[in-house]
């Protein structure tokens, strides 16, 4: 919070996020005039693997922005989608075009305040746990109910995948691969 102070973007070190969501990014900070906070969401479908549940943050939006925030885990079961809350409520069924947040986040350097207050928080509540996870998508949401942030929002038609599960990783590199044959990465990502 120190260094940066122009608009910013952060991912998850291990995921592959498409070149077209950060073209939506690049357009999202133009658009708004390097004004807003921004989220990239995908279409759930887009984002499951094949090998068994993945955790996925559930978005709903209204007029562009994001209004809730649920983070599940999510898994294809037969012809169903079902989606079960970290939170334990019950599961439910979604549908594939359902937007989910993959941390692909546009942010103004005023985020690093709120952020804090609600980390410290976490730690407060979780500081004898050796398994809870602060989750980027829940605080963000919080900071929303309390009015303090807001998330304009764009879903992104990018392709994502990411290696959840050692199986994932033939799927990975053969579309890595693909891209490379066709000319949109250069060959030096093999």
Same mark, same amino acid.
């Given at each position: 919070?120190?260094? +940066?102070?122009?608009? &910013?973007?952060?991912?998850?070190?291990?995921?592959?996020?498409?070149?077209?969501?950060?073209? $939506?990014?690049? =357009?999202?900070?133009?658009?708004?005039?390097? #004004?807003? =906070?921004?989220?990239? %969401?995908?279409?759930?479908? =887009?984002?499951? *693997?094949?090998?068994?549940?993945?955790?996925?943050?559930?978005?709903?939006?209204? =007029? $562009?922005?994001?209004? %809730?925030?649920?983070?599940?885990?999510? #898994?294809?079961?037969?012809?169903?989608?079902?989606?079960?809350? %970290?939170?334990?409520? #019950? *599961?439910?069924?979604?549908? *594939?075009?359902?937007?989910?947040?993959?941390?692909? &986040?546009?942010?103004?350097?005023?985020? &690093?305040?709120?952020?804090?207050?609600?980390?410290?928080?976490?730690?407060?509540?979780?500081?004898? *746990?050796?398994?809870?996870?602060?989750?980027?998508?829940?605080?963000? &949401?919080?900071?929303?109910?309390?009015?303090? +942030?807001?998330?304009?929002?764009?879903?992104?038609?990018? %392709?994502?995948?990411?290696?959840?599960?050692?199986? $994932?990783?033939?799927?990975?590199?053969?579309?890595?691969?693909?891209?490379?044959? #066709?000319?949109?990465?250069?060959?030096?990502?093999?």
């Amino acid at each position: 919070k120190e260094v +940066i102070k122009e608009p &910013f973007v952060i991912i998850n070190a291990d995921d592959f996020y498409g070149k077209e969501a950060f073209l $939506d990014a690049i =357009n999202f900070l133009k658009e708004t005039n390097y #004004q807003e =906070n921004g989220a990239i %969401l995908y279409k759930l479908g =887009n984002t499951l *693997s094949a090998n068994g549940e993945v955790k996925r943050g559930l978005c709903e939006i209204k =007029n $562009d922005e994001l209004t %809730l925030a649920l983070e599940c885990n999510v #898994q294809k079961i037969g012809e169903k989608i079902i989606a079960k809350p %970290l939170n334990n409520n #019950q *599961s439910f069924e979604v549908d *594939s075009s359902y937007p989910v947040s993959m941390n692909m &986040f546009i942010f103004m350097p005023t985020i &690093f305040g709120s952020l804090e207050e609600e980390f410290n928080h976490f730690i407060k509540e979780h500081k004898t *746990s050796l398994v809870a996870e602060a989750i980027i998508i829940e605080d963000l &949401f919080k900071l929303i109910l309390k009015h303090k +942030i807001t998330i304009k929002t764009k879903i992104t038609h990018s %392709l994502w995948f990411g290696m959840t599960y050692k199986e $994932d990783k033939k799927l990975v590199v053969n579309n890595i691969k693909k891209k490379i044959e #066709q000319g949109i990465y250069p060959d030096r990502l093999r």
